[in-house]
């Protein structure tokens, strides 16, 4: 198991932590130098074997800990949040160094986390609960695209959930009504849940400045922006429908647009 606190013993050197379970069972001195000289190079910790946790990052900790674990080459490696300590530009590269080591040494690994970004980039399959019980399991790409509920779709990324006053069968799927204005889905009517909600991931907004043609066009006005960086989010009002976009393109609140949504993005899901 690998802990959120790292849990390492300060008065042993990173040489002793990582050689401890080997210890334990019972492995000869050089079996042990080996196995330990191995996996800290695995994580490039070789030339600080014989300096004590305190000298050490929280990165550089972290590292550790997963190197005491590794070495042991367990079956299941427990993951309980070994990212959350770490500041963002470290959490990612930890994230990649995590993904390459539970690879290179053939291990299976249940990892804990709240940051759906991490659980995505490292996961070959994802476990999305609440409150203990299982909301979804499958494939990030399945989790992401095609959540089962609003739960998920709220949690892992970014929504817009939308509640409609009715849902029909259309051509090609099915046809949401909000009242002055309706989405098309491709997803059909489904039997078993007849009351469903409106998912769009806010990527699937596209905005224009000149109406484009295709279904789910809208017209809509920019009531907030909220500058990013590398993108903005818009918000929008288009007639009873609330909408976020994400978006390079620059507008300004006030400003009218168009926007489009692919009917493939329109997810019909459980309340």
Known sequence: MVFQSYALWPHKTIFQNVAYGLERRGLTGQEIAAKVQEVLTQVSLQDFAERYPSSLSGGQQQR???????????????????????????RERMRDDLQEMIRMFGMTAIHITHDQEEAMALADRII???????????????????????????FIGSSNILEPNAVASAPGGSRADFGAASLLSAQ????????????????????????????????????????????????????PLRLIARSITDYMPGQAVHLSIDPADVRLIAP
């Open 128 to 154: 999305c609960m609440r409150s203990g019980r299982i909301e979804q399991i499958g494939a990030p790409r399945e989790v992401y695209r095609s959540p089962v509920n609003r739960y998920v779709a709220d």
């Open 188 to 239: 059909p009517v489904d039997a078993a849940c007849p009351q469903p909600v409106v998912a769009v991931r806010v990527e699937a907004v596209e905005l224009h400045d000149t109406a484009p043609t295709g279904p789910n066009v809208l017209e809509a006005k920019v009531t907030k922006v909220t500058y990013l960086g590398g993108h903005s989010l818009y918000h929008l009002e288009s007639g």
């Open 64 to 90: 550790v800990a997963l190197a005491r674990s590794a070495v042991l080459r367990p079956k299941l490696l427990l993951l309980d949040e070994p990212l959350s300590n770490l500041d963002a530009k470290l």
